[in-house]
């Protein structure tokens, strides 16, 4: 059989700078991966440690197992209806459940750039560990504290969904399972010491399942689980948990652009080797620090309104020159600052301009205003206070008709009365006793608008008073017995129509009629009737009454038919 021949070392994938050595007896921090069986046995360990469904069963509590379908029992699942074991028997109680679709969450956006080089991790850092430890002596000899870090690479964000199907026998044990998992929906299922993940369950469909010999009852139900991936390692065999470490001692050194080529003289001191001059590279030569001289020294003066304190000084680097810079006040955000006299075309204060032509934008002012001139208002003026005046001029009023705009109010008491000689005709809507607004006086005789702004007349209340007694009394009057015409298991039909309620009324339901069977009365929370024309039809609950209809049974109907 031929084999492939080995890729030479420089066409190999693999790079041994990305394996730093990880020794089993001294690294304890595993690899962190996150796979589908992962998710998978979170959802088992939830339902057996959480939710631990049970049913009673003969007066014992039975655990209800869990388990994961594989493709073969979940093909056979659908074609029969229902799960059996090896020898042929029926699996009552259980659950089962399939992952049925996995699709990238985009509501967690995140690109690692490269999935064989990624770029984005979860960084954790170990911060003491007994071979990296920090003690006195260490501090002595000038190392620092060696940190441990961990880079996790960012993990693929998925949703994805399960289908479920529970059995059991009766309904009592599938709403105990229900209630118990419906409970936990939009919980976080896994295992808390391990992973966890959000979970969402939209609805439940019930149904009952009936072969020759076996009953059992069903409910499916699908899961929508936010989750994440994480492979064991990348296709460049680096893992997806990756460990640093700081250094230990950091050791600096110094550099000059300068060539040095005959150390002359005193410590400190060079030659350059395009000249002679001898350049002073530091101070005496016991100083541990590195100085440089000018050839032109810096020179700062005090100006206007500015001090310096040692002005017009030479500072060419030789010795240490300290000059403090200062003005006559503090100049800060919180300083009281004081000026002889300031000249400007405006001042701008926050969002208010004062010029020679007046104030721009809005001014509050707390305390009183004076004035002993005119005061003119080119605006609206709102006062929140008390007017007082001893004269107003008002530009809007004629003899006949005062225009006023807003609102008014005459009197501060209920004695208070005001006479209007004449007609009042009022365009908005009218208060009486601060309660709701009326807007009409109307003579709707069908008070078909129901508004509740609207006082009736006296003669739409009498018409339509009597109108509705009319009506009602000839619908409370129909009351009439009816034989069924035909019968079947669950449904009895009767030749008739019911009588509308009218207006204001409840309308006909089953709660107006009462029927009897062989003379026998039937309970109302187990039937329920249904208009089909000019058919009445009889439905029965068999299972919720007990029994099921025969077509030579007799059930008789008492209530309101139209006839």
Do not use: C
């Amino acid at each position: 059989m031929a084999r492939n021949k080995p890729l030479p070392r420089k066409q190999r994938v693999i790079n041994r700078g990305f394996l730093y050595s990880r020794q089993a007896e001294k690294d304890k921090t595993p690899n962190i991966s996150v796979g589908l069986m992962d998710i998978d046995s979170a959802i088992i360990f939830y339902f057996e440690n959480v939710i631990k469904p049970s049913v009673e069963d003969n007066g014992e509590n039975v655990k209800v197992p869990i388990m994961y379908s594989s493709p073969e029992r979940w093909k056979a699942i659908l074609r029969d209806g229902f799960m059996r074991d090896k020898k042929r028997q029926l699996i009552i109680p259980v659950i089962t459940f399939k992952r049925i679709t996995l699709e990238r969450d985009d509501t967690v956006p995140q690109d690692k750039l490269d999935a064989n080089n990624p770029h984005l991790f979860y960084t954790f850092e170990k911060k003491f560990s007994n071979i990296n430890r920090y003690d006195n002596f260490t501090q002595q000899i000038g190392l620092i504290p060696q940190k441990e870090y961990y880079n996790v690479t960012f993990p693929d964000y998925v949703t994805i969904t399960y289908d479920f199907i529970v059995w059991t026998t009766y309904i009592e044990q599938m709403n105990k399972i229900v209630e118990r998992i419906n409970y936990s929906a939009g919980a976080y299922w896994g295992d808390p010491d391990k992973m966890r993940f959000r979970t969402q369950i939209d609805s439940f469909s019930d149904a009952t399942e009936m072969s020759d010999i076996e009953r059992f009852v069903k409910t499916n139900f699908t899961v929508t689980l936010r989750g994440y991936l994480l492979p064991e390692a990348n296709f460049d065999h680096r893992s997806t948990t990756q460990k640093y470490l700081t250094p230990k001692k950091v050791i600096f050194g110094t550099e000059t652009d300068v060539a040095i080529s005959k150390p002359v003289g005193t410590a400190g001191q060079f030659l350059d080797e395009e000249s002679t001059e001898v350049k002073s590279l530091g101070r005496a030569a016991e100083q541990s620090s590195l100085a440089v001289a000018l050839d032109n020294p810096l020179i700062i003066t005090q100006g206007t309104g500015v001090t310096v304190s040692n002005t017009g000084a030479e500072f060419d680097g030789s010795s240490r020159l300290t000059q403090q810079i200062s003005i006559g006040q503090p100049v800060t955000t919180t300083s009281d600052v004081i000026f002889n006299q300031i000249s400007g075309s405006s001042l701008l204060i926050g969002g208010v301009l004062y010029n020679s032509t007046g104030i721009s934008s809005s001014i509050y002012v707390t305390g009183s205003v004076t004035t002993t001139g005119d005061l003119t208002v080119g605006g609206n003026a709102t006062i929140a206070g008390i007017l007082t005046a001893e004269e107003f001029h008002t530009e809007f009023v004629s003899s006949s008709i005062v225009y006023s705009s807003g609102s008014t109010k005459f009197g501060d008491d209920t004695g208070d009365s005001h006479t209007f000689t004449g007609s009042l005709g009022i365009t908005g809507s009218l208060s009486l006793n601060d309660s709701s607004a009326m807007v009409e006086f109307s003579n709707d005789t069908s008070l078909g608008d129901s508004s509740a702004t609207a006082i009736v007349t006296e003669n739409a209340a009498k018409t339509y008073i009597d109108d509705q007694t009319s009506s009602q009394n000839t619908y409370f009057r129909k009351t009439f017995v009816k034989t069924s015409a035909s019968i079947t298991t669950a449904t009895a039909s009767f030749t008739a129509v019911t009588a509308s309620a009218p207006s204001g009324l409840t309308s006909t339901g089953e709660n107006d009629f009462v029927f009897f069977v062989n003379g026998q009365y039937m309970e109302h929370d187990a039937i329920a009737i249904e208009q089909s024309g000019s058919t009445l039809l009889l439905k029965v609950d068999n299972s919720s009454i007990g029994y099921d209809l025969e077509s030579d049974d007799e059930i008789l109907a008492w209530g309101k038919f139209n006839s």
